[in-house]
């Protein structure tokens, strides 16, 4: 059955930006068949569904292209510690969660993500395959990626760098089996990734494998690319190189890798991203919680592909793309670029161009996947609607996402998600993650905590 969504604005987000007005999309099966004049679609499909568009706009689904969706567990704690943290726990809440546990705080992520108009994410995960088929009943496009890394875990706490074969082999071995598992499934909505973790904790023979293991595949990978400060200080100690130039000299970097953050890179690292035709993800607003940023403009001109992504104990694009566009301007000084329109791109063409899937996602067009959100226009903080796309970027909210559409399938409509159940969804991450920060204290009691926990719920 064909659905019309009709007499709406359309962004299509296509390449030269075209916005349409009283105007129709038409959805068959996953795809769209059509996008023009209300009139003109409604007469080529007289036997539809059809959807109300008017006093709404419909935008192409934002695809988050670097995040880890049980950091929910560490909302409203790890924001404000820095990175590495300086909490004193050897873990994180979320490295204590049972495998219940994880199913529940993966669909909490997933939920704010379909709420703030996401329909694709790149979840990056050790043991991501536990929670993968919770995630496929979503209805998210997903790329799903085994996070691993090969270094001495206890002995680089204490500043030595050793690497370990066998924790290679089964880093790759869970790749190869989540891939196996995942890669193509539910009509093509779930793909997978490889994920090695970060340059100071990947050495160079698992560098080469991962990617040539992401070639015959023929998937993409990722990786942390100058996330903190110490990563640095790491791999020019170990190396004697910046990370980037680490990668680059073990023929990582290349069109089928996504790097995530690039806060701290210089002029020579951003060269090497260029020319060797690496994808940022652009996290910006995790980066701007660090005090720090990517330097956009810079990466766009060596000729990265530039993609958004939230990170950690956030899913919220719409937030991502505001802080992105606040972040660069602010960075350079610059109170014209980049404009909503750039970010709005970056959020969705660009991120499907970084994920390689810009054939079939990231634009409204006819042929392509019907991966859209509808918001509602008619809003005190929205109205007048002269410029949607600039109006939706810098004053939208979540809450002005009335409608989700993923593969061709409603994940929520009229502000009601489909696919889960909310209510209890709320309830329980609610209750876990209360519990899972007391686990942390229990077992660390003499690590100082400067927060006092309030009474469990
Ligand atoms: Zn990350």
Known sequence: MTTIIQNATIVTGDPGRTVLHGSAIAVDGDRIVAIGPTGEVSAAHPVAERVDGAGKAVFPGLINCHTHLLATADRGILEDFGFPTTLRFPVAARALLTEEERQVMATLGALEAIRSGTTCLLEIQAGVAGHAETLAKTGLRLVLAHN?????????????????????????????????????????????????????????????????????????????????HLEVEAVMRTRGVKPTQYLFANDFLGPRLVVAHGRYLDPSEVAL???????????????????????????????????MGTDNMAEDMVEV???????????RNDEMW???????????????????MADAVGTLEAGKKADLFMVDTQRPHLV???????????????????????DGRWL????????????????????????AWRRVLDRYPDVPFPIKLPPQP
């Open 273 to 307: 991203l260029g020319q060797t035709g690496t994808a940022i993800s652009n996290n910006a607003a995790i980066a701007a919680r660090r005090g720090a940023a990517a330097p956009a403009r810079e990466l766009l001109a060596a000729g990265c592909a530039m993609g």
């Open 321 to 331: 793309m505001r802080t992105g566009l606040f972040l660069e301007r602010v960075r």
């Open 148 to 228: 691993f890394n090969d270094v001495d875990e206890a002995k680089m706490r204490e500043g030595a760098f050793q690497f370990l074969p066998d924790r290679l082999d089964q880093g790759l071995q869970r790749s190869a089996d989540l891939i196996g598992a995942w890669h193509g499934k539910e009509n093509g909505r779930v793909s997978c990734f490889m994920a090695p973790h970060a340059p100071e904790n990947c050495s160079p023979d698992l560098l080469r494998r991962a990617r040539a293991m992401a070639e015959h595949y023929d998937i993409g990978y990722t990786i942390h690319l100058s996330q903190s």
């Open 338 to 356: 980049p404009t909503p329109e750039d970010v709005l791109e970056w959020a969705t063409l660009g991120g499907a161009k970084a994920l390689g």
């Open 384 to 406: 007048p609607t002269l410029r949607i796309a600039s109006a939706f970027v810098h004053q939208g909210q979540p809450a002005d996402i009335t409608d989700v559409m993923a």
């Open 412 to 435: 929520m409509r009229d502000s009601k998600v489909l696919t889960i159940d909310e209510d209890e969804v709320v309830r329980q991450a609610e209750r876990i993650g209360h519990e």
